[in-house]
Nanobody, 121 residues
Framework: QVQVMESGGGLVQAGGSLRLSCAAS????????MGWYRQAPGKQRELVAV???????NYADSVKGRFTISRDNAKNTVYLQMNSLKPEDTAVYYC???????????????WGQGTLVTVSS
């Protein structure tokens, strides 16, 4: 079974930076993509950034140029460097890991419990 755990949230002033980390653990994992999503109060969960095992990335328009996603495949870990934070970035940030198990190739799609990021004005 896959476990996904985030860390690094907190309170920061507008214009500041935070770095989120997320590790996926489990036996015989083949992870295709890992990503970050966020959910602000009263809003739906939305994609922030995703990175594939080959390093391809995709970002929400609202974070392009400010956030950078990176990945350590050997550690099944993904990072989100968030710069120039704005109050509207305030949300619970969730990590997602998608892939399959070896050798069965049964797929999985796992979520972490979330970490709160609060940006004060």
């Amino acid at each position: 079974q896959v476990q996904v755990m985030e860390s690094g949230g907190g309170l920061v002033q507008a214009g500041g930076s935070l770095r989120l980390s997320c590790a996926a653990s489990g036996s015989m994992l083949v992870i295709n993509a890992m990503g970050w999503y966020r959910q602000a109060p009263g809003k739906q969960r939305e994609l922030v950034a995703v990175i594939t095992s080959t390093g391809s990335t995709n970002y929400a328009d609202s974070v392009k140029g400010r956030f950078t996603i990176s990945r350590d495949n050997a550690k099944n870990t993904v990072y989100l460097q968030m710069n120039s934070l704005k109050p509207e970035d305030t949300a619970v940030y969730y990590c997602n890991a998608e892939g399959s198990y070896y050798p069965s190739f049964n797929s999985f799609n796992a979520w972490g419990q979330g970490t709160l990021v609060t940006v004060s004005s």
